[in-house]
């Protein structure tokens, strides 16, 4: 039976080094669910690795230590074991604010009965920041739902809307101006409420499914 690991590689920078190292990983039947540059420092990068393998992983840590290219790997916990799933929620400071409380309140209860649950905010406002942040949380590791919490959202902000669902990301909207609310999953009017859902929403300790509700405005 194999399990999930989670690897920190320090080696030296260059062409062709990360190809090394992915190379060594396939040779070992590693399956890598999560690659993440972390650092540059001089002539050397740290790279994260998440990956399944069909055994326990030492082999895959001897051979990888004995690459001429590599500094060091270190063992690390799945950054899902520790973090576990994003809630991320963007817009206006005060609104921003609102929803995180109910957010960070709902995560922490699940995350007592041994759920993984984190909560990422980022006060922003203009049109063109927003539709880039919210295109932007389709490539974040780990990231489940959006809330977008302001007072006006519209134009290509509900376009950027319309294409991370379509890749799979929940989206709740403040109940706002402009054509926002009308491209997201729910509409909540509440912004405490709002944070609630979005973890009730993803939480595998919740028996909430958006998929079951018989209307989407709240």
Same mark, same amino acid.
């Given at each position: 039976?194999?399990? !999930? @690991?989670?690897?920190?590689? !320090?080696?030296r920078?260059?062409?062709?080094?990360l190809?090394?190292?992915?190379?060594?990983?396939?040779?070992?039947?590693?399956d890598i669910?999560?690659? #993440?540059?972390?650092? @540059? $420092?001089?002539?050397?990068?740290?790279?994260?690795?998440?990956?399944?393998?069909?055994?326990?992983? $030492?082999?895959?840590?001897?051979?990888l230590?004995?690459? $001429?290219a590599?500094? &060091?790997?270190?063992? #690390?916990?799945?950054?899902?074991?520790?973090?576990?799933?994003?809630?991320?929620?963007?817009?206006?400071?005060?609104?921003? +604010?609102?929803?995180?409380?109910?957010?960070?309140?709902?995560?922490?209860?699940?995350? @007592?009965?041994? &759920?993984?649950?984190?909560?990422?905010? @980022?006060?922003?406002?203009? &049109?063109?920041?927003?539709?880039e942040?919210?295109?932007?949380v389709?490539? /974040?590791?780990?990231?489940?739902? /959006?809330?977008?919490?302001?007072?006006?959202?519209?134009?290509?902000?509900?376009?950027?809307?319309?294409e991370? !669902?379509?890749?799979?990301?929940?989206?709740?909207?403040?109940?706002m101006?402009g054509?926002?609310? &009308?491209a997201?999953?729910?509409?909540v009017?509440?912004p405490?409420?709002? +944070?609630?859902?979005?973890?009730?929403?993803?939480?595998?300790?919740?028996?909430?499914?958006?998929?079951?509700?018989?209307?989407? #405005?709240?």
């Open positions: 039976m194999g399990e !999930r @690991i989670a690897l920190l590689v !320090r080696a920078s260059g062409t062709g080094v190809a090394q190292l992915t190379g060594t990983i396939a040779r070992h039947e590693g669910t999560s690659v #993440e540059i972390v650092a @540059i $420092e001089g002539d050397t990068t740290r790279v994260s690795f998440e990956l399944d393998l069909p055994g326990s992983g $030492e082999a895959l840590v001897e051979e230590r004995g690459l $001429e590599v500094r &060091e790997v270190r063992r #690390e916990k799945s950054l899902m074991k520790i973090y576990g799933k994003r809630i991320i929620i963007m817009g206006g400071g005060a609104q921003v +604010g609102q929803v995180a409380i109910g957010a960070i309140s709902e995560a922490d209860r699940h995350n @007592i009965r041994g &759920e993984h649950i984190s909560v990422d905010t @980022i006060p922003l406002v203009g &049109e063109q920041s927003l539709a942040a919210v295109r932007g389709a490539r /974040l590791p780990r990231a489940r739902a /959006l809330v977008l919490a302001g007072s006006l959202m519209g134009g290509e902000i509900e376009t950027a809307v319309r991370v !669902r379509a890749q799979g990301l929940l989206v709740i909207s403040l109940n101006a054509s926002v609310p &009308e997201a999953d729910l509409v009017t509440d405490v409420q709002a +944070g609630v859902m979005a973890v009730m929403a993803v939480a595998d300790t919740a028996k909430f499914n958006v998929a079951r509700l018989k209307r989407r #405005e709240f």
